[in-house]
């Protein structure tokens, strides 16, 4: 491909790009396909010779986008959103078209230098005090790897990487059971290990950990030799919207001396509204906090911001400094590899300074602020139908609510299949969860581009085809 060929199929991708997104509430949330469909449609084996792009991008739109779910669909609720902003598709296409590996200062000093801005930006607007600074990772995932990490290396007094596990005391690790599954994992590949990760008994509207039985959990397992090492809280959990008492949390983890990690991935977004805050009041407390711009705020996957109050304690953690890595003659700088897992980083700061000067922090709270009381509008209406209960009250713009099966039904499968059919019709696209072992249907509001009538739209879809189910 030439440099002109080049500008004439990046402006046909964009305008297919606009196009597409004009298109999503024409198109079902999820495709009608079946297993392997896609799969067999592929050729077996790549091609020996070059193919012309107009084949393969028409192939691109019979075989590919039939096949995917519509993400950026205004009336998707299901999971939590995964955002696009039209603002960060821009300047994603200017990173692609880049291609810059911003892994040092020196390999890119505006990449580097921007994110350090983007991020304090960031820090202000959530309202977290100064002493906080941070990284953009890929995804909340990576980012509780990294606390987690240092968890273990702060309680091993930085012993681990030199001398591995063996030997060493039993760590622990302390959370309720809301908190995502990305916790279980770090946890594996920390070599913390499954049965090490301790399940604090949760409480109350909101499911939070019962911090009476927290410290006394922690007491317990020093008494019998174990070490305690971290906290991981949650604010906004995947489920139903779980949060911990984050200034109680906190008091307990500095009684012990004990690291603090918040997941805050989906409900952090929230916290640009000071009217929100309280929902994570003491968070100044913790050690590390994670929240993802990519899912509530708008900006393209991936970007997920690690805030940390040492920055030194996660470099002391992650970073290998072998001499081909090094910036010669600027002393001080900052190597943001240095504190993330993977070497390699793409420019992910471009996007969220674009979406920030774009739409500004009231237009992107005006957002947020429409979505939780659209939500709400919607669990209150759903509550009064006689044939609705609602299981959860809305955290924020989550919520949770079940169908009275009919008679002779087992509740759950009547509910599975309910979420089933509603997703089937295409119009809107729900997930369901359990709660104290029971099926109950999430709903959640959070796309960028969803309006009052979408959401009137998955009342309608809902109350339909449970009529039609029962």
Same mark, same amino acid.
Request: overall charge negative.
């Given at each position: 491909?030439?440099?002109?060929?080049?500008?004439?199929?990046?402006?046909?991708?964009?305008?297919?790009?606009?196009?597409?997104?004009?298109?999503?509430?024409?198109?079902?949330?999820?495709?009608?396909?079946?297993?392997?469909?896609?799969?067999?449609?592929?050729?077996?084996?790549?091609?020996?010779?070059?193919?012309?792009?107009?084949?393969?991008?028409?192939?691109?739109?019979?075989?590919?986008?039939?096949?995917?779910?519509?993400?950026?669909?205004?009336?998707?609720?299901?999971?939590?959103?995964?955002?696009?902003?039209?603002?960060?598709?821009?300047?994603?296409?200017?990173?692609?078209?880049?291609?810059?590996?911003?892994?040092?200062?020196?390999?890119?000093?505006?990449?580097?230098?921007?994110?350090?801005?983007?991020?304090?930006?960031?820090?202000?607007?959530?309202?977290?005090?100064?002493?906080?600074?941070?990284?953009?990772?890929?995804?909340?995932?990576?980012?509780?790897?990294?606390?987690?990490?240092?968890?273990?290396?702060?309680?091993?007094?930085?012993?681990?990487?030199?001398?591995?596990?063996?030997?060493?005391?039993?760590?622990?690790?302390?959370?309720?059971?809301?908190?995502?599954?990305?916790?279980?994992?770090?946890?594996?590949?920390? #070599?913390?290990?499954?049965?090490?990760?301790?399940?604090? !008994?949760? /409480?109350? +509207? @909101? $499911? %939070?950990?019962?911090?009476?039985? &927290?410290?006394?959990?922690?007491?317990?397992?020093?008494?019998?030799?174990?070490?305690?090492?971290?906290?991981?809280?949650?604010?906004?959990?995947?489920?139903?919207?779980?949060?911990?008492?984050?200034?109680?949390?906190?008091?307990?983890?500095?009684?012990?001396?004990?690291?603090?990690?918040?997941?805050?991935?989906?409900?952090?977004?929230?916290?640009?509204?000071?009217?929100?805050?309280?929902?994570?009041?003491?968070?100044?407390?913790?050690?590390?906090?994670?929240?993802?711009?990519?899912?509530?705020?708008?900006?393209?996957?991936?970007?997920?911001?690690?805030?940390?109050?040492?920055?030194?304690?996660?470099?002391?953690?992650?970073?290998?400094?072998?001499?081909?890595?090094?910036?010669?003659?600027?002393? #001080?700088?900052?190597?943001?590899?240095?504190?993330?897992? !993977?070497? /390699?980083? +793409? @420019? $992910? %700061?471009?996007?969220?300074?674009? &979406?920030?000067?774009?739409?500004?922090?009231?237009?992107?709270?005006?957002?947020?602020?429409?979505?939780?009381?659209?939500?709400?509008?919607?669990?209150?209406?759903?509550?009064?139908?006689?044939?609705?209960?609602?299981?959860?009250?809305?955290?924020?713009?989550?919520?949770?609510?079940?169908?009275?099966?009919?008679?002779?039904?087992?509740?759950?499968?009547?509910?599975?299949?309910?979420?089933?059919?509603?997703?089937?019709?295409?119009?809107?696209?729900?997930?369901?969860?359990?709660?104290?072992?029971?099926?109950?249907?999430?709903?959640?509001?959070?796309?960028?581009?969803?309006?009052?009538?979408?959401?009137?739209?998955?009342?309608?879809?809902?109350?339909?085809?449970?009529?039609?189910?029962?």
């Amino acid at each position: 491909m030439d440099n002109e060929e080049f500008r004439d199929w990046s402006r046909r991708a964009a305008d297919w790009g606009a196009d597409y997104r004009a298109s999503l509430r024409d198109r079902p949330v999820r495709p009608a396909i079946a297993p392997g469909e896609i799969f067999r449609s592929i050729e077996e084996s790549p091609p020996e010779t070059a193919e012309p792009m107009e084949k393969i991008f028409a192939d691109f739109e019979a075989k590919i986008v039939p096949g995917m779910t519509h993400w950026q669909h205004p009336r998707f609720f299901a999971y939590f959103p995964a955002n696009a902003a039209p603002v960060s598709v821009v300047a994603e296409y200017l990173v692609s078209a880049m291609a810059a590996q911003c892994m040092l200062w020196q390999t890119s000093p505006a990449a580097t230098e921007l994110e350090t801005r983007t991020v304090d930006w960031m820090r202000q607007a959530l309202g977290l005090p100064k002493g906080f600074s941070g990284v953009i990772q890929d995804s909340a995932s990576s980012a509780t790897l990294a606390a987690v990490l240092t968890i273990r290396e702060r309680a091993l007094d930085w012993q681990g990487n030199r001398q591995g596990l063996a030997g060493q005391a039993k760590l622990r690790v302390y959370s309720s059971d809301q908190v995502h599954t990305s916790i279980d994992r770090a946890i594996w590949v920390a #070599g913390i290990g499954e049965e090490n990760l301790v399940r604090i !008994p949760v /409480g109350g +509207r @909101f $499911r %939070a950990m019962d911090t009476a039985a &927290l410290e006394a959990a922690i007491v317990a397992d020093r008494q019998a030799g174990l070490l305690p090492a971290g906290i991981i809280a949650c604010v906004g959990g995947t489920s139903t919207g779980g949060t911990d008492d984050i200034a109680a949390v906190a008091a307990v983890a500095k009684r012990h001396g004990l690291y603090l990690h918040v997941d805050a991935a989906w409900a952090g977004s929230a916290m640009i509204c000071p009217e929100y805050r309280h929902f994570w009041a003491g968070v100044e407390g913790a050690d590390s906090i994670v929240f993802n711009p990519h899912k509530w705020l708008g900006a393209q996957f991936d970007c997920s911001i690690q805030f940390v109050f040492q920055p030194e304690d996660l470099v002391r953690t992650l970073a290998i400094k072998p001499d081909y890595l090094k910036t010669r003659g600027h002393d #001080g700088v900052i190597n943001y590899s240095e504190w993330s897992v !993977p070497l /390699g980083r +793409r @420019f $992910r %700061a471009l996007k969220l300074w674009f &979406l920030l000067r774009a739409h500004g922090l009231e237009g992107l709270r005006r957002m947020i602020r429409n979505h939780v009381a659209w939500s709400e509008g919607l669990a209150t209406r759903l509550a009064a139908e006689a044939d609705f209960e609602l299981v959860t009250e809305p955290m924020l713009s989550l919520f949770s609510f079940r169908h009275r099966a009919p008679l002779g039904a087992d509740p759950d499968e009547h509910n599975l299949r309910l979420v089933d059919a509603i997703n089937t019709d295409g119009r809107i696209y729900l997930t369901q969860t359990r709660v104290d072992g029971r099926v109950a249907i999430r709903f959640q509001a959070g796309q960028f581009e969803t309006t009052a009538a979408d959401i009137d739209a998955a009342f309608d879809v809902v109350t339909e085809v449970a009529r039609r189910l029962a």
